[in-house]
T-cell receptor, first 113, second 114 residues
Framework: NAGVMQNPRHLVRRRGQEARLRCSPM?????VYWYRQLPEEGLKFMVY????????ESGMPKERFSAEFPKEGPSILRIQQVVRGDSAAYFC???????????FGSGTRLTVV | AQTVTQSQPEMSVQEAETVTLSCTYD???????LFWYKQPPSRQMILVIR??????QNATENRFSVNFQKAAKSFSLKISDSQLGDAAMYFC???????????FGKGTKLTVNP
């Protein structure tokens, strides 16, 4: 029973390129969450999705960031026209019912050069 | 907005001894949950322990226990018989009842000395 799978583990992008981060939740989990961790900081909530629905995107920057969780396939966090300030670790988590006791993936470290 | 404060950026403990990590939070809600997560160098976020605010009894998981002081809005983590594998960043987190969102503190880096 694989845990939450995130790929790639490391991603390097030049300024202005697009970054696509993938997250496959644990088997049977239909709730997915994305968090961002800046250096020396705790994780900050970005977005909460269920299959084909965005439930809460209150932590998402208004521009350049989008997320989806299609009926089939992984959840995708997409960052368009990346800038240096987007460099961070991006974590995905999944749960059956939420309430915070969810399972995290190992994160994707995005470096913008 | 709810906030979580971890006032100790770094702590160290000798192997086999006990250490307590501090966490305070600010909320006006009565229904909420509190968590401690461990993040070792592998970066994986691991749930250590969870506390429901309505429960007066402090949660315990093997060598890990909490001291939950609801009136003081304090939620400290005690690690007994510290092991080298306990070395990691520890994050305190809060979620409001019915919300899926976690609010994290900035973390405490724990070093375990042999």
């Amino acid at each position: 029973n694989a845990g939450v799978m995130q790929n790639p583990r490391h991603l390097v992008r030049r300024r202005g390129q697009e970054a696509r981060l993938r997250c496959s939740p644990m088997k049977g989990h239909s709730h997915v969450y994305w968090y961002r961790q800046l250096p020396e900081e705790g994780l900050k909530f970005m977005v909460y999705l269920q299959k084909e629905n965005i439930i809460d995107e209150s932590g998402m920057p208004k521009e350049r960031f989008s997320a989806e969780f299609p009926k089939e396939g992984p959840s995708i966090l997409r960052i368009q026209q990346v800038v240096r300030g987007d460099s961070a670790a991006y974590f995905c988590a999944s749960s059956l019912q939420g309430m915070g006791g969810y399972t995290f993936g190992s994160g994707t470290r995005l470096t913008v050069v | 907005a709810q906030t979580v404060t971890q006032s100790q950026p770094e702590m160290s403990v000798q192997e086999a001894e006990t250490v307590t990590l501090s966490c305070t939070y600010d909320t006006s809600e009565s229904d909420y949950y509190l968590f401690w997560y461990k993040q070792p160098p592998s970066r994986q976020m691991i749930l250590v322990i969870r506390q429901e605010a309505y429960k007066q009894q402090n949660a315990t998981e093997n060598r890990f226990s909490v001291n939950f002081q609801k009136a003081a809005k304090s939620f400290s983590l005690k690690i007994s018989d510290s092991q080298l594998g306990d070395a990691a960043m520890y994050f305190c987190a809060y979620s409001e009842g019915g919300s899926e969102k976690l609010v994290f503190g900035k973390g405490t880096k724990l070093t375990v000395n042999p």
